[in-house]
């Protein structure tokens, strides 16, 4: 496992921006896959985003393309996402995790239980 810290969440109005960061710390970890979660008050973690080791292999949830964009600096052991236009329906936990699993290139959603880290998450709030 490797530990898992976000940073960047808060409180903005609809339409404006938020960038999350994940730093992740651990040895002898290989996270092949790294996502977002979110999960918002009495509904079920759901995927955000997700993008593999070589940068490639992402995915996005429906409800964020086109206003959320994934990255990931190899270098720096950091995941981040960049949210643009967020609407109130945005509001939520946000979960930084990892994978281990490889072997194969998921361009559609990654189920929680491929994911072996978690962070503790960070709130974003989106007033209207």
Same mark, same amino acid.
């Given at each position: 496992?490797? #530990?898992?810290?976000?940073?960047?969440?808060?409180?903005?109005?609809?339409?404006?921006?938020?960038?999350?960061?994940?730093?992740?710390?651990? #040895?002898?970890?290989?996270?092949?896959?790294?996502?977002?979660?979110?999960?918002?008050?009495?509904?079920?973690?759901?995927?955000?985003? #997700?993008?593999?080791?070589?940068?490639?292999?992402?995915?996005?949830? %429906?409800?964020?393309?086109?206003?959320?964009?994934?990255?990931? %600096?190899?270098?720096?052991?950091?995941?981040?996402?960049?949210?643009?236009?967020?609407?109130?329906? %945005?509001?939520?936990?946000?979960?930084?995790?990892?994978?281990?699993?490889?072997?194969?290139?998921?361009?559609?959603?990654?189920?929680?239980?491929?994911? %072996?880290?978690?962070?503790?998450?960070?709130?974003?709030?989106?007033?209207?």
């Amino acid at each position: 496992q490797v #530990h898992l810290e976000e940073s960047g969440g808060g409180s903005v109005q609809a339409q404006g921006s938020l960038n999350l960061s994940c730093e992740a710390s651990g #040895h002898n970890y290989v996270a092949y896959y790294m996502a977002w979660f979110r999960q918002a008050p009495g509904k079920e973690r759901e995927e955000v985003a #997700h993008m593999g080791r070589g940068g490639g292999c992402t995915y996005y949830a %429906d409800s964020v393309k086109g206003r959320f964009t994934i990255s990931r %600096d190899m270098a720096k052991n950091m995941l981040y996402l960049k949210m643009t236009n967020l609407e109130p329906d %945005d509001t939520a936990m946000y979960y930084c995790a990892a994978s281990s699993a490889s072997g194969f290139c998921a361009v559609t959603s990654l189920a929680r239980g491929r994911f %072996d880290s978690w962070g503790r998450g960070i709130q974003v709030t989106v007033s209207s």
